[in-house]
């Protein structure tokens, strides 16, 4: 069977990531995003500059930090736009990590610096869920400050991460009744879908279809697009592959220890067909 051709790019592959965020014409894309998740922390924020998504440590010979989108308002803000394809052992590591090159570079030097700091954002949109993530199956946004834990109250306001766990947002296109919605699900479905829904037939939203149509790409573009795609379907596969063989061992287990194949099935995720499979040349 032919394979579907896509009308629109896939967000959480490299390019098609940076063309709907990260180019200076689509910025009003970004800049409507980060209002509508940041609106109770922002107010609104009406200009963007995009900044230099490479970072060094204190030292040429210290670990490199490179972003996806790094960005700052026209208060001096800094913004950290992460795009996380795949599970990472210590990605909340490593997002803290990056937000501190932003803090760092804010030092002046000379005595009379009084150390008051910007407001700095690491927002990470997340192909995958945490494992901690997976006992609460309707939570897909995490906002994380440094609070008091006696009374949870924010001690800092000035550090911000926020985590959106993609996978989980399940919402229809009739269900949409916030525009963070409307983005989560534009976000999450974009190559999808082969046409504007009625209910994101604005501005924005029109612009984000139009800029994302793979049949208005130059020849150059759809071929960097198509690198890009071709990296993200091999990096899928892998990890489906390993996740499969990590099933199947631990069904083999299971089958040893004369458990159900119902039970197996229901443990390990594969089908009563290869779970019985199995059974049968373990016998």
Same mark, same amino acid.
């Given at each position: 069977?032919?394979?579907?051709?896509?009308?629109?790019?896939?967000?959480? +592959?490299?390019?098609?990531?940076?063309?709907?965020?990260?180019?200076?014409? #689509?910025?009003?894309?970004?800049? !409507?995003?980060?209002?509508?998740?940041?609106?109770?922390? @922002?107010?609104?924020?009406?200009?963007?500059?995009?900044?230099?998504?490479?970072?060094?440590?204190? &030292?040429?010979?210290?670990?490199?930090?490179?972003?996806?989108?790094?960005? @700052?308002?026209?208060?001096?803000?800094?913004?950290?736009?992460?795009?996380?394809?795949?599970?990472?052992?210590?990605?909340?590591?490593?997002?803290?990590?990056? &937000? +501190?090159?932003?803090?760092?570079?804010?030092?002046?030097?000379? &005595?009379?610096?009084?150390?008051?700091?910007?407001?700095?954002? +690491?927002?990470?949109?997340? !192909?995958?869920?945490?494992?901690?993530?997976?006992?609460?199956?309707?939570?897909?946004?995490?906002?994380v400050k440094?609070?008091?834990?006696?009374?949870?109250?924010?001690?800092?306001?000035?550090?911000?991460?926020?985590?959106?766990?993609?996978?989980?947002?399940?919402? !229809?296109?009739? /269900?949409?009744?916030?525009?963070?919605?409307?983005?989560?699900?534009?976000?999450?479905?974009? #190559?999808?879908? !082969?046409?504007?829904?009625?209910e994101l037939?604005?501005?924005?939203?029109?612009?984000?279809? /139009?800029?994302?149509?793979?049949?208005?790409?130059?020849?150059?573009?759809?071929?960097?697009y198509e690198?890009?795609?071709?990296?993200?379907?091999?990096?899928?596969?892998?990890?489906?592959?390993?996740?499969?063989?990590?099933?199947?061992?631990?069904?083999? #287990?299971?089958?040893?220890? %004369? *458990?159900?194949?119902?039970? *197996?099935? &229901?443990? +390990?995720?594969?089908?009563? /067909?290869?779970?019985? %499979?199995?059974?049968?040349?373990? %016998?």
């Open positions: 069977m032919e394979e579907r051709r896509e009308k629109y790019i896939n967000p959480f +592959t490299d390019y098609g990531f940076k063309r709907l965020f990260g180019e200076e014409p #689509n910025k009003d894309l970004l800049l !409507d995003f980060l209002n509508e998740l940041l609106k109770h922390e @922002q107010g609104r924020i009406t200009e963007l500059t995009y900044l230099k998504s490479d970072k060094l440590g204190s &030292s040429e010979e210290d670990r490199k930090a490179v972003f996806d989108l790094y960005c @700052q308002n026209e208060r001096g803000e800094k913004f950290i736009v992460e795009l996380q394809k795949t599970k990472q052992k210590f990605f909340k590591d490593r997002t803290v990590y990056y &937000s +501190t090159f932003p803090i760092r570079e804010q030092a002046q030097r000379g &005595s009379d610096w009084t150390f008051e700091l910007k407001a700095v954002y +690491t927002i990470a949109i997340l !192909d995958f869920i945490f494992d901690e993530g997976k006992r609460e199956p309707d939570k897909y946004r995490y906002d440094l609070t008091d834990i006696e009374t949870c109250k924010v001690f800092y306001d000035k550090l911000t991460f926020v985590y959106l766990e993609m996978p989980k947002f399940q919402k !229809d296109v009739k /269900e949409l009744t916030t525009r963070f919605d409307q983005w989560m699900f534009v976000i999450r479905n974009l #190559n999808k879908l !082969d046409r504007v829904p009625d037939r604005e501005g924005i939203f029109e612009k984000l279809f /139009e800029v994302a149509e793979i049949a208005k790409f130059s020849p150059e573009e759809a071929e960097a690198e890009s795609l071709k990296s993200y379907r091999d990096l899928k596969n892998s990890l489906d592959t390993a996740k499969e063989e990590k099933a199947i061992e631990i069904a083999r #287990n299971l089958l040893e220890s %004369g *458990i159900s194949v119902e039970i *197996i099935q &229901s443990s +390990t995720g594969l089908s009563i /067909e290869v779970v019985e %499979g199995l059974k049968r040349n373990e %016998g």
